[in-house]
């Protein structure tokens, strides 16, 4: 657990550098990629890994990725396979959606945004209106504490702190959309759906819990609330009972410092926060402790004018600029490249996805056992579908862990999924050709496979456990045994341990 000391120490690094490095502090924004919803052409198709550069990226084309305003195509590649390959089950993270600032700049006026649900105000969407309406039926539902006390729709016309906005809303509304028309064919959750096959759990903030619901109806419209047990997450890390980790605690201070180190050198980002103070009258300090990025993308994002303020005696005056902007987003992507480079933030990465990873590892084996040839079917089923609402500093560490370390920064809604399939049975004459090579093989009815899908893109063969594995061009898809072996024990190669007990509690020397 964190010391109140840490916790105030690490808040002030990511207001100054805004790296999501903890499960105390929860946003932190950053570069994304581009894409809305729906289907389009794979020409057309925005990637989550960025195109090899020959010039450095524009920070400001990053900064409107990251807002993913729900108005532009996506491809989407969840549900696909080769043919006759059966899907067991899928479990997805998001990170929430849209968002009021979690910070105000002062002696400037807030972002004048209504955080209230309008069928008529854009971005709107087809399932708003009913989705509205079915909220108000959540009473029926099943909560666990202290969920049953949060609001199931932001509801203030003066957003407040951190909520979840319409924008929001309407991301999670298509993100749902869009796995229901990927899985509608697989059957994956019949319409008579049991309460066991379908998992949902959330951290305790408003905009976690209402982007979950969104998604979910957007998914599962005009679900029975009866069925539905909404669980909770107390920490970010969705961590449950083994969230202790002294190691983990120990990577992230490292990391801490390495970006302070880097921040205090970068003379022209010292120099944008210097002028910007000044335009504002106000300490330098405190301005970068009031996050002023965190303000200035919801600006961005909303397409509001940067803050401004009067003109002064003392010569302060006038208004925040793009440019100013631009530099602290181009010291975000810098930082993003020394990051990988110092390789700390993968090490607190293992250790903090790891709980996750192995709860969805658990899972797997649990649905690929109960489909096995002969075995008699669980009272209830599986669970064949779980959703895990979550923040960046969930969804980070876990891309991280996967080796997806090029992969673009969460942005907001974005998605992680996670698949399992099974191949068809083998035929009679594939078994005869079979035992022609070898009399004594068995042969399997079916072999287990995964995919990892990020925001719509398959990834799974960009994964530390199945990069190796993309040339085997006779098996389209990972096996699941590559990713079992690297929960298990695989992942830890890189803190040289063999298990998470061990790389947690190891002493440093």
């Not at 797997?364 to 009272?379: D, H, T």
């Not at 050709?433 to 399997?444: L, N, P, Q």
Request: one cysteine or more.
């Amino acid at each position: 657990m964190f010391s109140a000391v840490a916790a105030h120490l690490l808040f002030f690094v990511i207001a100054v550098n805004l790296i999501p490095i903890t499960p105390v502090v929860e946003e932190r924004p950053f570069q994304a990629a581009d894409g809305g919803v729906g289907v389009a052409q794979g020409k057309s198709r925005k990637r989550v890994f960025p195109v090899p550069h020959t010039q450095e990226p524009d920070p400001i084309s990053e900064a409107y990725g990251y807002c993913n305003t729900p108005n532009r195509t996506e491809q989407a590649w969840e549900g696909h396979s080769p043919a006759d390959y059966k899907l067991l089950s899928v479990q997805v993270m998001i990170r929430h959606g849209d968002r009021y600032p979690l910070y105000s700049i002062p002696k400037t006026k807030r972002p004048t945004i209504d955080c209230t649900l309008s069928v008529s105000r854009k971005p709107s969407h087809s399932l708003l209106k009913s989705f509205i309406s079915h909220m108000g039926q959540g009473g029926r539902g099943h909560w666990e504490s202290p969920l049953s006390s949060v609001p199931r729709l932001p509801n203030h016309s003066a957003c407040e702190m951190g909520e979840l906005t319409q924008t929001g809303v309407v991301q999670h509304l298509r993100n749902g959309q869009i796995l229901h028309q990927a899985y509608k064919r697989h059957n994956l959750l019949p319409s008579n759906w049991s309460p066991r096959q379908l998992w949902v759990e959330t951290t305790g903030k408003s905009r976690t819990l209402q982007s979950g619901l969104a998604f979910l109806y957007g998914f599962l419209a005009d679900f029975d609330w009866t069925k539905l047990t909404v669980r909770h997450q107390w920490s970010t890390l969705f961590c449950g009972s083994a969230c202790d980790c002294p190691a983990r605690n120990r990577y992230l201070e490292e990391e801490q410092r390495r970006q302070y180190r880097l921040r205090v050198a970068d003379t022209e980002l010292e120099r944008t926060y210097v002028e910007m103070a000044r335009t504002l009258g106000l300490p330098t300090r405190q301005l970068r402790a009031a996050n002023p990025i965190d303000s200035l993308l919801c600006h961005l994002c909303h397409g509001l004018s940067f803050p401004c303020v009067p003109m002064a005696d003392s010569g302060s005056g006038g208004c925040l600029t793009m440019a100013q902007f631009a530099v602290i987003r181009r010291q975000q992507l810098d930082d993003e490249v020394d990051r990988r480079r110092a390789g700390l933030y993968h090490k607190y990465a293992i250790l903090a996805a790891y709980p996750y990873l192995n709860r969805t590892a658990t899972k797997m084996e649990r649905v690929a056992k109960g489909n096995e040839a002969g075995r008699q079917p669980r009272a209830g089923g599986e669970e064949v579908f779980t959703l895990s609402s979550a923040h960046d500093v969930t969804m980070a560490p876990l891309l991280s862990a996967l080796g997806l370390e090029e992969a673009r920064f969460p942005r907001f809604a974005a998605r992680v999924v996670f698949e399992l399939w099974k191949s068809p049975p083998v035929t009679q004459g594939q078994s005869k050709k079979r035992a022609g090579k070898a009399e004594k093989s068995k042969v399997k009815d079916g072999e287990l496979f995964i995919r990892v899908l990020y925001n719509g893109e398959d990834v799974t063969f960009h994964t530390t456990f199945c990069h190796s594995h993309s040339g085997h061009a006779n098996q389209p898809l990972c096996p699941l045994k590559n990713f079992l072996s690297f929960v298990k024990r695989d992942m830890f190669s890189v803190i040289n341990a063999t298990s998470y007990q061990e790389a947690c509690y190891r002493r440093a020397g």
